[in-house]
C-alpha cells in the first residue's frame, strides 16, 4: 500500500527512501497542498495539529488516513487508523504504532534502519 506523506517540514529526502512512500506533500501554499490531497489514496498525517487537511481528505472520499492525533475523540471522526500524540514518546514510534501494534516487531522496525 504506498502512502502519500502530509508534513509540516520538507522530509522527503529521508522518507522517500522507504519503498511503501509514495509521495511526500510540503507545500507553502495551501492552494498545492490541497490540489495534492485530491490525488492521493493513502494519507499518512505527520501533522498532528494541523486538522484542516485531513478533514479535506476525509470530505473528499479519497482513501485510507492514517494520523498522530492529539485528540482521540477526534481521530474516530477523520482517521481510518490512528494513534494518540504522547509528548514522552519518540514520534518515529508514535507513528509506527499506527501500522505495526506488536511490540516486539515495533522495536524490530525501529532498529532496522540502524543495521546494515
Request: hydrophobic share 40%; net charge positive; glycine share 2%.
Amino acid at each position: 500500500m504506498p502512502l502519500t506523506l502530509l508534513s509540516k517540514s520538507n522530509v522527503s529526502w529521508v522518507y522517500q527512501q522507504l519503498p511503501w512512500i509514495e509521495e511526500c506533500i510540503h507545500s507553502n501554499s495551501k492552494i498545492e497542498e490541497i490540489k495534492k490531497l485530491c490525488s492521493c489514496d493513502n494519507l499518512l498525517n505527520l501533522r498532528p495539529s494541523n486538522r484542516l487537511p485531513v478533514m479535506l481528505h476525509k470530505i473528499l472520499g479519497k482513501g485510507n488516513l492514517f494520523d498522530l492525533v492529539k485528540n482521540d475523540s477526534l481521530a474516530r471522526l477523520t482517521s481510518n487508523t490512528h494513534n494518540v500524540l504522547c509528548t514522552s514518546e519518540y514520534r518515529a514510534s508514535a507513528y509506527l504504532k499506527i501500522f505495526i501494534k506488536d511490540e516486539q516487531a515495533l522495536l524490530e522496525h525501529l532498529s532496522a534502519p540502524f543495521f546494515l
